[in-house]
């Protein structure tokens, strides 16, 4: 049973670029969660993409955004990059259902450093 | 801002048991409380979730109080691999609109040789 993956492992970039990260969920999830986490601090939710779309997001700036493909992976892109940007990306999967405690699972992350 | 409360950090010698405490008081009657372990620098990992009865899996046991205002998770016979800091979540599960899980500092254990 494949577990949530994400590409890449790493990532640096400069101020101002754009970034693109990638994740795919565990086999049979059909909702996808990212999260921010700075160094020696707990994750922070950015948003969760079910359907498609984007259901709940937290206190992140619109340079922030994401995607979900009808194969339930999804995309994280982060635009004008700041130095304040740099930190582990996390992607969670969950199964949304009426009666399933919708338990999410962490991928490995994605270290972004920016420069 | 989480609504739990954890100690910093913890011992335990390995082969004993790590017994890791936390306060939930204002937690709802539809709030689940669980528990997640990040060993450095991977992604959280799952460990156990419950409402009001205790629960055991393969990893560990939660001991949640009757008032269901704190909880231990209780891991049998810690190992070096069982260093990580656990983190300890309240959420309301209801098929999915209010999933996000909101961390807090969490405890970082250390399993002693």
């Known amino acids: 049973d494949a577990g949530v993956t994400q590409s890449p492992t790493h990532l640096i970039k400069t101020r101002g670029q754009q970034v693109t990260l990638r994740c795919s969920p565990k086999s049979g999830h059909d909702t996808v969660s990212w999260y921010q986490q700075a160094l020696g601090q707990g994750p922070q939710f950015i948003f969760q993409y079910y359907e498609e779309e984007e259901r709940q997001r937290g206190n992140f700036p619109d340079r922030f955004s994401g995607h979900q493909f009808p194969n339930y992976s999804s995309e994280l892109n982060v635009n004008a990059l700041l130095l304040g940007d740099s930190a582990l990306y996390l992607c969670a999967s969950s199964l949304v259902g009426e009666t399933r405690a919708d338990t999410q699972y962490f991928g490995p992350g994605t270290r972004l450093t920016v420069l | ?113």
């Open chain 2, 1 to 113: 801002d989480a609504k739990t409360t954890q100690p910093p950090s913890m011992d335990c010698a390995e082969g004993r048991a790590a017994n890791l405490p936390c306060n939930h008081s204002t937690i709802s009657g539809n709030e689940y409380v669980y528990w997640y372990r990040q060993i450095h620098s991977q992604g959280p990992q799952y460990i156990i979730h419950g409402l009001k009865n205790n629960e055991t899996n393969e990893m560990a046991s939660l001991i949640i109080t009757e008032d269901r205002k704190s909880s231990t998770l209780i891991l049998p016979h810690a190992t070096l691999r069982d260093t990580a800091v656990y983190y300890c979540i309240v959420r309301v599960v209801d098929g999915g609109a209010t999933n996000k899980l909101i961390f807090g500092t969490g405890t970082l254990l250390a399993v002693q040789p």
